[in-house]
């Protein structure tokens, strides 16, 4: 294998991250449109046997124990509100699909803030931080630069650098 730079593998996951985040926000958005029973679902059935890994969630991915980085759906993380710290399950199927499950929700705190879109991604600013937002959740919620949003955060939220979209005011 040939010596990859370093900027071209960044360059390489910021784009799977941004392409993840967009199937996810154009899922819910046909989710919105149609309903979910005309959705088929990538995630595996409940009844499937295979591979379980538990991490935790970033607030994108979820870290597992073994130390690999797991995409976590985008409009799974926006429906269920996952906020950084939750304790996650992976079930990686025998057929090698994911399904996820919300194991241990952390303690968490609502507040208010203003969206912000800043070179392609979303914030909620609160005093003078600026939190990052799923875009699948913005799309969701149907808000826009500039609006009043609520957001879930850790109870402890000096290092969070993510929220959860709880709603658009």
Known sequence: MTD????????????????????GAATELLISLVGDDDIVSPVAREDTSGKIIEGVFDGQNMV??????????????????????????LTIAEDGAFLYKQIGPIPRKQVVGTLILENGHYFVEIGSRRLRILLASVTYFKAKPGDQVSVNLPEDDSTAEWAALEAAL
């Open 4 to 23: 990859i730079p370093d900027k071209q593998v960044k360059r390489l996951k910021a784009l799977i991250q941004e392409a993840e985040t967009n199937l």
């Open 64 to 89: 597992g124990s073994d130390g690999k980085t797991y995409p976590v759906p985008a409009n799974y993380a926006s429906k269920s509100k996952l906020v950084q710290g939750d304790i996650l399950k």
